[in-house]
């Protein structure tokens, strides 16, 4: 079992640019959770997929969105990048209903320059 | 709302105890978990207690809970430099499996 994927493992980007990050849950989940975190924080929710419909959003603005595919992978965009959405973005995957804890993966390190 | 709080910074000798502590404060958190980040990596689950219990063992590692104060402690016992990390405290509510978790503590564990 590979766990949670994400992809790209880094990216470098340029202010008002756009960017999709990608992640594969653990088999058998059908939740993804997204959170970021920003240097020296803890992690922060920005929303959950459930059945392709985005079921639970954090304090973050519309410029972040998501999807999730009929195989429960999930994208995270974000369009118009300012400088503060430098961050590691983390992908966890759960299954619902289940007393099970959420896997995260290893993160994507977004730079915005 | 929910919010966790951790203290920052924790320096303990190789081979004794470390104790990390956590407050939360929403009453209807499932799960409490603690998480390790090592330097430029992911999260890993370290160990979870569910609201109704009070202690958990894994091994070095003890939980405890104290629901009235909504208090949160992690030990690890013999502390080896490998354990040098940022550890998480996280809370989740139950059946919603939205995460909220602490700014993190970092271990230092001096050889």
């Known amino acids: 079992d590979a766990g949670v994927t994400q992809s790209p493992t880094h990216l470098i980007k340029t202010r008002g640019q756009q960017v999709t990050l990608r992640c594969s849950p653990k088999?058998?989940?059908?939740?993804v959770s997204w959170y970021q975190q920003a240097l020296g924080q803890g992690p922060q929710f920005i929303f959950q997929y459930y059945e392709e419909e985005e079921r639970q959003r954090g304090n973050f603005p519309d410029r972040f969105s998501g999807h999730q595919f009929p195989n429960y992978s999930s994208e995270l965009n974000v369009n118009a990048l300012l400088l503060g959405d430098s961050a590691l973005y983390l992908c966890?995957?759960?299954?619902?209903?289940?007393?099970?804890?959420?896997?995260f993966g290893q993160g994507t390190r977004l730079t915005v320059v | 709302g929910e919010d966790v709080e951790q203290s920052l910074f924790l320096s303990v000798r190789e081979g004794d105890s470390s104790v990390i502590n956590c407050t939360y404060t929403d009453s209807s958190s499932t799960y409490l978990y603690w998480y390790k980040q090592e330097p430029g990596a992911g999260l890993q689950l370290l160990t979870y207690i569910f609201s109704n219990m009070d202690m958990k063992q894994d091994q070095r590692l003890t939980v405890l809970l104290n629901k009235k104060d909504k208090h949160l402690s992690l030990r690890i016992a013999d502390t080896q430099t490998g354990d040098s990390a940022i550890y998480f405290c996280?809370?989740?509510?139950?059946?919603?499996?939205?995460?909220?978790f602490g700014t993190g503590t970092k271990l230092q564990v001096i050889p």
């Open positions: 966890a995957s759960s299954l619902v209903g289940g007393n099970t804890e959420a896997f």
């Open positions: 088999s058998g989940h059908d939740t």
């Open positions: 996280a809370e989740e509510p139950g059946g919603y499996q939205k995460v909220t």
